[in-house]
C-alpha cells in the first residue's frame, strides 16, 4: 500500500477548489457539531445510581484527557464535514485517503489541537521517570506515555474504513453473513453458571491480575461530545458516540470509547485518518495506580506539608492498629455506598479512579499505600542528607521495580504458561530504544480480559485461622463494589486479604465463562437497568475495529480455523465449537475476544494459545522499551538488584498489615495451615543498599537552598554535582533549573517557585 501517499499527492494537485479553504471550513463547522453536544446527556451520566446490588464500573476521566479526546473528536468530526463537501463538489464518494496529503492531515490536527509529537522537548537529565510516561523514550517521546494511542499490530476494521464498527451499518454482510448481536452470543455461548475450583491458585491471582490491568490500561469512554441531538441513555440507533446493544426487548445503552489524536501521521496516513481509541495512563508497569499520571494528580495524593517524601492518608480513619488508610476523594459527598449506622465513608482516592470498584481492589492499593510510606520512612532515617522530593522519588522508583518484579516473575508465567513465557517474552536483553512499550488495542480490548471468566462470584472473609470470619460473613460479588466502607468499619483489610489467600481461585473453562452476576446483574456508567458484561466486551472489540479471531491466530503464527473440527480441536468442547460455527456462520466472523476465551488451556496456564501469545507480546515490549525498567543498566546497583529479588507479595501483606501467617507464594493457593510460614520466616528486603554517602562536594558547597512550593534533588549524571530544582504542580520555576557544584560554592542563587494565575 505505499504507493497511496504519491497517489493522494498527484490527486490533490488537481483538484479544482484549493483544499485548504475546504478543510478550514470544515473545521469551523465540526466546532459547531462538536461544541452543541447536550449537557443533559453528560449530566445524567455523573448521577449516582439508584441502586444498591448490582455490579458497577465507575469511570472518571480527567480533564486532560477530555482536552485531547475533543481535539480528536473535532479531527474526526472535520473529516466527516470535509468528505461530504468533497461528494457535493464532485458529485461522487470521495474518501479522505485519496482527497488528503500527510500535510493536509497534519494541518487538521493543528486546527483541531491534537498534540505535536515533534513539540515535546525531553529535558536533558531524568533521573526519575516522568510522571505521564512522557520521554521515556528520548527520541520518540510520546511512546507510552498517558493520553495517546493505543497500538495497533494489525490494521483497523471499520465498515467505511474510518471509523464505522462492525455491526454499525444493519444489514451489512461479512463474509456473505451479518454478524451475530453480542447479546445473543453473551446468552447462547457464554452462558452464566456457576464455576468450579481452580485447585492450584488463590483468588489473589484473579485479584492482581485486575490490579496491574488498571496499572497499564485505562481506555475512557465517550461523554457524547460529538452530536447535539444524541443521549446514549435512550436512543436504539447507531449515532455517534452511540452503538447501543440489540436485545430480544429492545437495546442496552453503549457508549462509544473516546477517540484519540494520531500523533504521528508521517508515519502512516490510512492510520492517521482511521478512528484510534486512547490508553488515558502511562502503559508502562510504573506502579501509576498509586502514583498517577499528570502532575495535578500526583500533587493531590502526595503529603508535601509532612516534608517527609510519603503519600497522603486518610486523617479521619485509621485501622486498630493505627496503620493509614487512603485518602477520600476531594469532590464530597461522593457516590460510594453507605452502611446505614455511624459516619459516612467516602471513596477513597488513589493513583487509579477505579480504586473502589470492588473491595478486594482497594485493599491492594491500601497494602502498596503503607507500603511506600514504610520504605519513605526507613530511607530517611538511611540517609538524613535526602531531600522529601529525593526521598519520594526514590521510594517510587522502588515501589516500581517491586510491580515489575512481582508481575513478570511469578504472576505472568502462571497465566500464559512457562513455555509461552519462554517464547515469546525470553531472559532480559537489556533497554532496546527501538521498541514501542505502548499498550496494544487488542491487549486492552481482548486479550486481557480474559480475566472477565475468572471473577469469583462470591468474596470470602476469613479469621485469623483461614475459617469464615464470625463477625464478617462473606458477599455476593455485587456487594462488593463501591463499599469502602466495609473496610473502614468492618475489620479493616485483614479479613479481606486472607480470604483471597485462602480460597482457590474460580477455573476457566470453555462452557463456563463468566459469573452470573456480571452477565445478568451489572451496572455501568451509573444506567438504570441490567447490563451484561460480556455484551458489553463483545461491542467494545467491534467499536475498536479489532479484526477477527482468526486473523490473530495468524498474526500469532497459529493454525487457521478452516472447518468445525478445526475449531473442535483449538476449543476442546464439541458443543461450543457447534454453537460458535451456528452463531457465526463464517469462521472468520468469530470476535477476537470470545475466540481466544474458549480456547483449550496451554499447560499450566489460565489461557489459550492466542492470549498467552497476545499477552507475552504486550509484557515484552513493556519491558524491553521502558527505559526505566528495574534491571536496565544503571537503574538500581547490582547490591540493590539482589535486594528487590527478595521481594514477595507475601512479605510485604506481612509488613502492612496484622496478617501473621501467608504461603511462600500467596498466588498458589494451599489449604491452611499446610505450606503457611509465619512473616519472620519470610525473606525481607535489606534498604541498607540504598544507603549513600554524603559526598565530598557535597561537604565543599553545603546543603543547596530549599525552596518555598519546590524542592530539588542531587545528581552527578554530568560528572558534576548538580541540584536540579523542580516546582510543585501549580507553580512556575524562576530561575536556573540546574545548580552545579563548582570549587566550594553553587554556580548560581535558588530559583523560585510563584503561582500560576491563569
Same mark, same amino acid.
Given at each position: 500500500?505505499?504507493?497511496?501517499?504519491?497517489?493522494?499527492?498527484?490527486?490533490?494537485?488537481?483538484?479544482?477548489?484549493?483544499?485548504?479553504?475546504?478543510?478550514? =471550513?470544515?473545521?469551523?463547522?465540526?466546532?459547531?457539531?462538536?461544541?452543541?453536544?447536550?449537557?443533559?446527556?453528560?449530566?445524567?451520566?455523573?448521577?449516582?445510581?439508584?441502586?444498591?446490588?448490582?455490579?458497577?464500573?465507575?469511570?472518571?476521566?480527567?480533564?486532560?484527557?477530555?482536552?485531547?479526546?475533543?481535539?480528536?473528536?473535532?479531527?474526526?468530526?472535520?473529516?466527516?464535514?470535509?468528505?461530504?463537501?468533497?461528494?457535493?463538489?464532485?458529485?461522487?464518494?470521495?474518501?479522505?485517503?485519496?482527497?488528503?496529503?500527510?500535510?493536509?492531515?497534519?494541518?487538521?490536527?493543528?486546527?483541531?489541537?491534537?498534540?505535536?509529537?515533534?513539540?515535546?522537548?525531553?529535558?536533558?537529565?531524568?533521573?526519575?521517570?516522568?510522571? =505521564?510516561?512522557?520521554?521515556?523514550?528520548?527520541?520518540?517521546?510520546?511512546?507510552?506515555?498517558?493520553?495517546?494511542?493505543?497500538?495497533?499490530?494489525?490494521?483497523?476494521?471499520?465498515?467505511?474504513?474510518?471509523?464505522?464498527?462492525?455491526?454499525?451499518?444493519?444489514?451489512?454482510?461479512?463474509?456473505?453473513?451479518?454478524?451475530?448481536?453480542?447479546?445473543?452470543?453473551?446468552?447462547?455461548?457464554?452462558?452464566?453458571?456457576?464455576?468450579?475450583?481452580?485447585?492450584?491458585?488463590?483468588?489473589?491471582?484473579?485479584?492482581?491480575?485486575?490490579?496491574?490491568?488498571?496499572?497499564?490500561?485505562?481506555?475512557?469512554?465517550?461523554?457524547?461530545?460529538?452530536?447535539?441531538?444524541?443521549?446514549?441513555?435512550?436512543?436504539?440507533?447507531?449515532?455517534?458516540?452511540?452503538?447501543?446493544?440489540?436485545?430480544?426487548?429492545?437495546?442496552?445503552?453503549?457508549?462509544?470509547?473516546?477517540?484519540?489524536?494520531?500523533?504521528?501521521?508521517?508515519?502512516?496516513?490510512?492510520?492517521?485518518?482511521?478512528?484510534?481509541?486512547?490508553?488515558?495512563?502511562?502503559?508502562?508497569?510504573?506502579?501509576?495506580?498509586?502514583?498517577?499520571?499528570?502532575?495535578?494528580?500526583?500533587?493531590?495524593?502526595?503529603?508535601?506539608?509532612?516534608?517527609?517524601?510519603?503519600?497522603?492518608?486518610?486523617?479521619?480513619?485509621?485501622?486498630?492498629?493505627?496503620?493509614?488508610?487512603?485518602?477520600?476523594?476531594?469532590?464530597?459527598?461522593?457516590?460510594?455506598?453507605?452502611?446505614?449506622?455511624?459516619?459516612?465513608?467516602?471513596?477513597?482516592?488513589?493513583?487509579?479512579?477505579?480504586?473502589?470498584?470492588?473491595?478486594?481492589?482497594?485493599?491492594?492499593?491500601?497494602?502498596?499505600?503503607?507500603?511506600?510510606?514504610?520504605?519513605?520512612?526507613?530511607?530517611?532515617?538511611?540517609?538524613?542528607?535526602?531531600?522529601?522530593?529525593?526521598?519520594?522519588?526514590?521510594?517510587?522508583?522502588?515501589?516500581?521495580?517491586?510491580?515489575?518484579?512481582?508481575?513478570?516473575?511469578?504472576?505472568?508465567?502462571?497465566?500464559?504458561?512457562?513455555?509461552?513465557?519462554?517464547?515469546?517474552?525470553?531472559?532480559?536483553?537489556?533497554?532496546?530504544?527501538?521498541?514501542?512499550?505502548?499498550?496494544?488495542?487488542?491487549?486492552?480490548?481482548?486479550?486481557?480480559?480474559?480475566?472477565?471468566?475468572?471473577?469469583?462470584?462470591?468474596?470470602?472473609?476469613?479469621?485469623?485461622?483461614?475459617?469464615?470470619?464470625?463477625?464478617?460473613?462473606?458477599?455476593?460479588?455485587?456487594?462488593?463494589?463501591?463499599?469502602?466502607?466495609?473496610?473502614?468499619?468492618?475489620?479493616?483489610?485483614?479479613?479481606?486479604?486472607?480470604?483471597?489467600?485462602?480460597?482457590?481461585?474460580?477455573?476457566?473453562?470453555?462452557?463456563?465463562?463468566?459469573?452470573?452476576?456480571?452477565?445478568?446483574?451489572?451496572?455501568?456508567?451509573?444506567?438504570?437497568?441490567?447490563?451484561?458484561?460480556?455484551?458489553?466486551?463483545?461491542?467494545?472489540?467491534?467499536?475498536?475495529?479489532?479484526?477477527?479471531?482468526?486473523?490473530?491466530?495468524?498474526?500469532?503464527?497459529?493454525?487457521?480455523?478452516?472447518?468445525?473440527?478445526?475449531?473442535?480441536?483449538?476449543?476442546?468442547?464439541?458443543?461450543?465449537?457447534?454453537?460458535?460455527?451456528?452463531?457465526?456462520?463464517?469462521?472468520?466472523?468469530?470476535?477476537?475476544?470470545?475466540?481466544?476465551?474458549?480456547?483449550?488451556?496451554?499447560?499450566?496456564?489460565?489461557?489459550?494459545?492466542?492470549?498467552?501469545?497476545?499477552?507475552?507480546?504486550?509484557?515484552?515490549?513493556?519491558?524491553?522499551?521502558?527505559?526505566?525498567?528495574?534491571?536496565?543498566?544503571?537503574?538500581?546497583?547490582?547490591?540493590?538488584?539482589?535486594?528487590?529479588?527478595?521481594?514477595?507479595?507475601?512479605?510485604?501483606?506481612?509488613?502492612? =498489615?496484622?496478617?501473621?501467617?501467608?504461603?511462600?507464594?500467596?498466588?498458589?493457593?494451599?489449604?491452611?495451615?499446610?505450606?503457611?510460614?509465619?512473616?519472620?520466616?519470610?525473606?525481607?528486603?535489606?534498604?541498607?543498599?540504598?544507603?549513600?554517602?554524603?559526598?565530598?562536594?557535597?561537604?565543599?558547597?553545603?546543603?543547596?537552598?530549599?525552596?518555598?512550593?519546590?524542592?530539588?534533588?542531587?545528581?552527578?549524571?554530568?560528572?558534576?554535582?548538580?541540584?536540579?530544582?523542580?516546582?510543585?504542580?501549580?507553580?512556575?520555576?524562576?530561575?536556573?533549573?540546574?545548580?552545579?557544584?563548582?570549587?566550594?560554592?553553587?554556580?548560581?542563587?535558588?530559583?523560585?517557585?510563584?503561582?500560576?494565575?491563569?
Amino acid at each position: 500500500m505505499s504507493f497511496k501517499p504519491i497517489f493522494v499527492i498527484f490527486f490533490v494537485s488537481y483538484l479544482p477548489v484549493p483544499i485548504r479553504e475546504l478543510i478550514i =471550513s470544515s473545521y469551523q463547522e465540526s466546532l459547531q457539531l462538536v461544541d452543541e453536544a447536550p449537557l443533559h446527556s453528560r449530566q445524567r451520566r455523573n448521577e449516582p445510581s439508584s441502586s444498591t446490588h448490582m455490579f458497577t464500573f465507575h469511570r472518571q476521566t480527567d480533564p486532560e484527557t477530555l482536552e485531547i479526546s475533543r481535539a480528536a473528536e473535532v479531527f474526526q468530526t472535520t473529516l466527516q464535514v470535509l468528505k461530504n463537501k468533497a461528494r457535493q463538489r464532485y458529485k461522487r464518494d470521495v474518501t479522505a485517503l485519496e482527497l488528503l496529503s500527510s500535510e493536509d492531515i497534519a494541518l487538521i490536527g493543528k486546527l483541531s489541537k491534537c498534540p505535536a509529537t515533534h513539540l515535546t522537548v525531553c529535558p536533558h537529565f531524568s533521573k526519575y521517570r516522568s510522571i =505521564s510516561g512522557l520521554c521515556n523514550n528520548r527520541q520518540i517521546p510520546l511512546w507510552g506515555a498517558a493520553n495517546t494511542p493505543m497500538v495497533r499490530w494489525l490494521p483497523a476494521e471499520y465498515e467505511d474504513g474510518e471509523r464505522q464498527p462492525k455491526g454499525w451499518n444493519r444489514g451489512w454482510l461479512h463474509n456473505g453473513f451479518q454478524l451475530p448481536p453480542p447479546r445473543e452470543v453473551s446468552t447462547d455461548i457464554i452462558k452464566s453458571s456457576f464455576k468450579s475450583k481452580d485447585e492450584a491458585y488463590s483468588v489473589l491471582l484473579v485479584e492482581w491480575g485486575q490490579y496491574m490491568s488498571h496499572d497499564i490500561t485505562f481506555t475512557p469512554q465517550s461523554t457524547g461530545l460529538s452530536r447535539p441531538t444524541v443521549d446514549c441513555l435512550s436512543t436504539c440507533e447507531n449515532l455517534h458516540p452511540c452503538f447501543p446493544i440489540e436485545t430480544h426487548d429492545g437495546c442496552m445503552p453503549f457508549h462509544r470509547s473516546l477517540p484519540a489524536c494520531f500523533v504521528n501521521p508521517e508515519l502512516n496516513i490510512e492510520q492517521a485518518l482511521q478512528r484510534q481509541q486512547m490508553n488515558s495512563i502511562t502503559s508502562f508497569m510504573d506502579a501509576s495506580v498509586l502514583y498517577g499520571h499528570s502532575l495535578k494528580m500526583e500533587s493531590f495524593l502526595r503529603d508535601l506539608s509532612g516534608l517527609n517524601g510519603k503519600l497522603a492518608v486518610n486523617d479521619l480513619f485509621t485501622d486498630p492498629k493505627g496503620r493509614p488508610y487512603l485518602p477520600f476523594v476531594d469532590t464530597l459527598p461522593s457516590t460510594c455506598r453507605q452502611n446505614q449506622e455511624g459516619e459516612r465513608v467516602e471513596c477513597f482516592s488513589a493513583g487509579d479512579t477505579r480504586a473502589n470498584e470492588a473491595i478486594p481492589l482497594t485493599t491492594l492499593h491500601t497494602l502498596w499505600l503503607r507500603e511506600h510510606n514504610r520504605i519513605a520512612e526507613a530511607l530517611k532515617g538511611i540517609n538524613r542528607h535526602w531531600t522529601p522530593e529525593t526521598i519520594y522519588q526514590e521510594t517510587r522508583k522502588i515501589i516500581g521495580a517491586l510491580h515489575q518484579v512481582i508481575y513478570i516473575r511469578d504472576y505472568v508465567p502462571k497465566i500464559i504458561g512457562s513455555a509461552s513465557f519462554e517464547h515469546y517474552i525470553g531472559p532480559y536483553g537489556g533497554y532496546d530504544p527501538t521498541t514501542d512499550p505502548s499498550t496494544a488495542n487488542v491487549f486492552a480490548t481482548a486479550a486481557f480480559r480474559f480475566g472477565h471468566a475468572t471473577i469469583p462470584p462470591i468474596l470470602m472473609r476469613l479469621n485469623e485461622s483461614f475459617q469464615a470470619h464470625e463477625d464478617f460473613p462473606h458477599l455476593r460479588l455485587r456487594d462488593t463494589f463501591f463499599s469502602p466502607w466495609r473496610i473502614v468499619k468492618e475489620g479493616g483489610i485483614e479479613p479481606v486479604l486472607r480470604g483471597i489467600i485462602g480460597t482457590a481461585a474460580p477455573a476457566v473453562n470453555s462452557n463456563m465463562l463468566l459469573a452470573e452476576d456480571v452477565t445478568e446483574s451489572l451496572v455501568i456508567s451509573k444506567i438504570d437497568r441490567h447490563m451484561d458484561l460480556a455484551s458489553l466486551n463483545l461491542q467494545r472489540g467491534r467499536d475498536h475495529g479489532l479484526p477477527g479471531y482468526n486473523d490473530w491466530r495468524v498474526f500469532c503464527g497459529l493454525k487457521y480455523i478452516k472447518t468445525l473440527e478445526d475449531l473442535k480441536e483449538v476449543v476442546g468442547d464439541n458443543k461450543v465449537a457447534e454453537e460458535i460455527q451456528k452463531k457465526y456462520q463464517h469462521l472468520d466472523n468469530i470476535d477476537v475476544w470470545l475466540g481466544g476465551l474458549v480456547e483449550k488451556l496451554l499447560p499450566g496456564s489460565r489461557t489459550g494459545p492466542l492470549f498467552a501469545c497476545l499477552i507475552g507480546k504486550q509484557m515484552r515490549v513493556l519491558r524491553d522499551g521502558d527505559r526505566f525498567w528495574w534491571e536496565a543498566e544503571g537503574m538500581f546497583t547490582q547490591q540493590q538488584k539482589a535486594e528487590l529479588v527478595k521481594a514477595s507479595l507475601s512479605r510485604i501483606i506481612c509488613d502492612n =498489615s496484622d496478617v501473621r501467617e501467608v504461603p511462600y507464594d500467596p498466588f498458589r493457593f494451599e489449604t491452611y495451615p499446610s505450606n503457611y510460614l509465619p512473616c519472620n520466616h519470610l525473606p525481607s528486603i535489606n534498604l541498607e543498599a540504598w544507603r549513600e554517602e554524603r559526598s565530598s562536594d557535597l561537604e565543599k558547597c553545603g546543603s543547596p537552598a530549599k525552596i518555598k512550593n519546590g524542592d530539588f534533588i542531587l545528581s552527578s549524571a554530568s560528572g558534576k554535582l548538580m541540584a536540579l530544582y523542580s516546582c510543585y504542580h501549580g507553580f512556575q520555576l524562576k530561575g536556573a533549573a540546574a545548580v552545579v557544584c563548582e570549587g566550594n560554592r553553587w554556580s548560581d542563587q535558588a530559583p523560585q517557585c510563584k503561582g500560576n494565575h491563569h
